[in-house]
């Protein structure tokens, strides 16, 4: 049986607490041991992005939750996307790769541009936002303005019912939880919920994703990547079919034109690592 699958991006505007966010979901999904020395803001690998706090390129990861009482897990693919306008056309690929999105809003300023900017191609493509309130232990801040303005603001992109009828959470990604009642942040035995509102949110709200498993192999490149002993790394998104270590397959360019590619090895993503695998197919979605 393939593992239960969800393809999710995170949006937010530049210092709105998205990477601080992702650590946490790290963390708590058990990515990492309870004895390990993490860095904060894992996935701004990039010194430039360090240095500036932002993320520039986009990356993959994926976490494996099992719900309480339950024992089968469920594998969450996200996507860290660039918040800056002048990235948009990597925007447009991740939104294209990933079938909902965390819609990250900071309880005092509010969405900014750069949320609207991102927000607007994920309507677009028709997927459904979780909007999430974060940092309510700010100093000043208003988390019902802050929702109100999402509000509006979706309006203002013309969102559909379906898009209107969104999930609310609040809470702090650099605190570590996410709960569905504003009065609940303040309730310290509520807080120890951690993120499992959220995943639970984005198991019952993100659809799974869909591929023809009998169709001819069908690869969406998001990124390119090159290694010194493999060559051209290609990751993407599978949109049907399946293909092996070994086979031949063809890159479409723009002009129509085909240019024939052995696949050599083949990659999925386990949490911020990659795991060698031998076949490619639509029970394994984020890969390399």
Same mark, same amino acid.
């Given at each position: 049986?393939?593992?239960?699958?969800?393809?999710?991006?995170?949006?937010?505007?530049?210092?709105?607490?998205?990477?601080?966010?992702?650590?946490?979901?790290?963390?708590?999904?058990?990515?990492?041991?309870?004895?390990?020395?993490?860095?904060?803001?894992?996935?701004?690998?990039?010194?430039?992005?360090?240095?500036?706090?932002?993320?520039?390129?986009?990356?993959?990861?994926?976490?494996?939750?099992?719900?309480?009482?339950?024992?089968?897990?469920?594998?969450?693919?996200?996507?860290?996307?660039?918040?800056?306008?002048?990235?948009?056309? $990597?925007?447009? *690929?991740?939104?294209?790769?990933?079938?909902?999105?965390?819609?990250? /809003?900071?309880?005092?300023?509010? #969405? %900014? @541009?750069?949320?609207?900017?991102?927000?607007?191609?994920?309507?677009?493509?028709?997927?459904?936002?979780?909007?999430?309130?974060?940092?309510?232990?700010?100093?000043?801040?208003?988390?019902?303005?802050?929702?109100?303005?999402?509000?509006?603001?979706?309006?203002?992109?013309?969102?559909?019912?379906?898009?209107?009828?969104?999930?609310?959470?609040?809470?702090?990604?650099?605190?570590?939880?996410?709960?569905?009642?504003?009065?609940?942040?303040?309730? $310290?035995?509520? *807080?120890?919920?951690?993120?499992?509102?959220?995943?639970?949110?984005? /198991?019952?709200?993100?659809?799974? #994703? %869909? @591929?023809?498993?009998?169709?001819?192999?069908?690869?969406?490149?998001?990124?390119?990547?090159?290694?010194?002993?493999?060559?051209?790394?290609?990751?993407?998104?599978?949109?049907?079919?399946?293909?092996?270590?070994?086979?031949?397959?063809?890159?479409?360019?723009?002009?129509?034109?085909?240019?024939?590619?052995?696949?050599?090895?083949?990659?999925?993503?386990?949490?911020?690592?990659?795991?060698?695998?031998?076949?490619?197919?639509?029970?394994?979605? $984020?890969?390399?």
């Amino acid at each position: 049986m393939p593992i239960p699958i969800r393809n999710i991006a995170i949006i937010a505007h530049v210092d709105h607490g998205k990477t601080s966010l992702v650590d946490q979901i790290l963390r708590q999904a058990g990515v990492f041991r309870s004895n390990q020395a993490l860095v904060d803001c894992v996935m701004d690998s990039m010194d430039l992005e360090r240095e500036k706090g932002i993320t520039i390129k986009a990356k993959n990861l994926s976490v494996n939750w099992t719900p309480p009482g339950s024992a089968e897990s469920l594998l969450i693919n996200i996507v860290d996307t660039p918040g800056h306008a002048d990235f948009g056309g $990597e925007v447009e *690929r991740i939104m294209r790769m990933v079938d909902g999105v965390l819609l990250l /809003v900071d309880a005092y300023e509010g #969405p %900014q @541009a750069q949320t609207k900017f991102v927000l607007k191609k994920a309507l677009a493509q028709g997927l459904r936002p979780i909007v999430l309130i974060n940092k309510v232990d700010r100093e000043h801040a208003d988390p019902h303005h802050a929702l109100d303005q999402v509000f509006g603001l979706f309006i203002a992109l013309h969102a559909t019912d379906v898009q209107l009828d969104f999930t609310t959470l609040y809470g702090s990604g650099r605190a570590g939880f996410m709960l569905p009642h504003l009065e609940d942040c303040a309730d $310290e035995s509520k *807080r120890k919920l951690g993120l499992q509102p959220l995943f639970e949110a984005i /198991v019952s709200h993100v659809p799974p #994703p %869909q @591929a023809d498993e009998n169709g001819p192999f069908q690869f969406l490149i998001c990124n390119l990547g090159y290694d010194d002993h493999l060559g051209r790394i290609a990751y993407g998104k599978i949109m049907s079919g399946h293909s092996r270590v070994g086979e031949t397959a063809y890159v479409v360019h723009k002009d129509g034109s085909r240019e024939a590619a052995k696949l050599t090895t083949c990659f999925s993503f386990a949490g911020l690592t990659q795991k060698r695998i031998e076949e490619i197919q639509k029970s394994v979605r $984020e890969l390399a």
